[in-house]
């Protein structure tokens, strides 16, 4: 298998290291990838749950995300129950297809007369769905089946990882930044004290108070404090 798309798309996946771009950079490559392993997909789109709702979150071609879109109005398609079952559904033909009924008006409106819908599964928990389109009937054989399977599983990981990692960079800079304004806090409070005399508890009642009576953040409210202060006293001779 060695020369095989299928072969080729799983090493560019292997070498993919997810800190190299972003989420939906990652997610990206993964779609093209896709259509590299199974030529007969003219198109993919991949569906994950984006604050809280499930959308299209990345696609190589502007009408997949304007036909799954007829399965998130309806709740109901393939590529939802693919994501709902981790079970993999193919649609041979929109136009014969009883299933889903609204989702095939759509992909037949777009020129997708067949279909193939894979779950992207790590842990036995869904992290998505990948809807390949194609634009003749019966598109997708056994074979395609059985090479997009292979695929989705490595890429079901490589997407873990890429929102695993992204999200823990995130918590990371939230983490910093409360650090950051905790610190300034802690400066502005000790000012505080020093130059009206009163103790920790009360400078931080006059700090809430400015920032209510401002209607600005707490930690703007401090840096501003200790900016001041240090404009009066200037840099050290």
Same mark, same amino acid.
């Given at each position: 298998?060695?020369?095989?798309?299928?072969?080729?798309?799983?090493?560019?996946?292997?070498?993919?290291? $997810? %800190?190299?771009?972003?989420?939906? #950079?990652?997610?990206? !490559?993964?779609?093209?990838? /896709?259509?590299? *392993?199974? @030529?007969?997909?003219?198109? $993919? %789109?991949?569906?994950?749950?984006? #604050?809280?709702?499930? !959308?299209?979150?990345?696609? /190589?071609?502007? *009408?997949? @995300?304007?036909?799954?879109?007829?399965?998130y109005d309806t709740d109901e398609g393939p590529c939802l129950d693919a994501f709902r079952h981790q079970q993999v559904f193919v649609i041979d033909s929109t136009e014969e297809e009883e299933r889903?009924?609204?989702?095939?008006?759509?992909?037949?409106?777009?020129?997708?007369?067949?279909?193939?819908?894979?779950?992207l599964v790590v842990d036995k928990l869904s992290v998505g769905a990948m809807n390949l389109y194609a634009r003749e009937p019966h598109a997708f054989g056994p074979a395609d089946r059985d090479t997009?399977?292979?695929?989705?599983?490595?890429?079901?990981?490589?997407?873990?990882?890429?929102?695993?990692?992204?999200?823990?960079?995130?918590?990371?800079?939230?983490?910093?930044?409360?650090?950051?304004?905790?610190?300034?806090?802690?400066?502005?409070?000790?000012?505080?004290?020093?130059?009206?005399?009163?103790?920790?508890?009360?400078?931080?009642?006059?700090?809430?108070?400015?920032?209510?009576?401002?209607?600005?953040?707490?930690?703007?409210?401090?840096?501003?404090?200790?900016?001041?202060?240090?404009?009066?006293?200037?840099?050290?001779?």
């Open positions: 298998m060695s020369d095989t798309p299928l072969s080729e798309s799983l090493a560019t996946l292997s070498r993919f290291f $997810v %800190g190299d771009g972003t989420l939906e #950079e990652t997610l990206t !490559r993964v779609s093209e990838l /896709t259509v590299d *392993a199974v @030529p007969a997909a003219a198109l $993919v %789109g991949i569906t994950m749950i984006v #604050e809280g709702r499930q !959308r299209t979150a990345v696609f /190589t071609d502007e *009408a997949a @995300p304007e036909i799954d879109q007829a399965q889903w009924p609204a989702f095939c008006r759509a992909a037949l409106g777009h020129g997708v007369h067949s279909t193939m819908s894979m779950p997009g399977a292979v695929f989705a599983s490595q890429a079901a990981i490589v997407l873990a990882n890429a929102q695993a990692y992204w999200d823990a960079y995130s918590l990371s800079e939230r983490l910093g930044e409360a650090m950051k304004s905790r610190a300034v806090i802690e400066q502005a409070k000790g000012m505080l004290m020093a130059t009206q005399g009163c103790g920790e508890d009360r400078a931080f009642e006059l700090l809430v108070q400015a920032s209510q009576r401002e209607n600005v953040k707490l930690r703007d409210v401090a840096r501003r404090i200790v900016a001041n202060a240090t404009e009066r006293t200037g840099p050290p001779a």
